[in-house]
């Protein structure tokens, strides 16, 4: 069993700034691509950013030049530093990785960290 834990949500005025952290635990043989996605009530989930084995990185434009997505392969964590952060940025935001485990290559979901951008 995988699983991913996000940590570092909360309350943050317009214009703050927030990291997040994501860390994968259990059975693990290889975390492939790893990514952040956000949802707030009525809406889908979208993507934010995404970020390959090798660093290779992803973003939605919303975010881009204010988010950056970034990952220490060996503690099999991701992390999230959004700047600059914006009233529309509030939103549940979960991680997502692609984790081996030695058997099984899973699609793992956290549970969500919330964010909430208000003055």
């Known amino acids: 069993q995988v699983q991913v834990v996000e940590s570092g949500g909360g309350l943050v005025q317009p214009g703050g700034s927030l990291r997040l952290s994501c860390a994968a635990s259990g059975n693990i043989f290889f975390v492939k691509a790893m990514g952040w996605y956000r949802q707030v009530p009525g809406k889908e989930r979208e993507l934010v950013a995404t970020?390959?084995?090798?660093?290779?990185?992803t973003y939605s434009g919303s975010v881009k030049g204010r988010f950056t997505i970034s990952r220490d392969n060996a503690k099999n964590t991701v992390y999230l530093q959004m700047n600059n952060l914006k009233p529309e940025d509030t939103a549940a935001y979960y991680c997502?990785?692609?984790?081996?485990?030695?058997?099984?290559?899973?699609?793992?979901w956290g549970k969500g960290t919330l964010v909430t951008v208000s003055s």
């Open positions: 970020i390959s084995y090798d660093g290779i990185t």
């Open positions: 997502q990785g692609n984790i081996s485990d030695y058997d099984v290559l899973w699609d793992v």
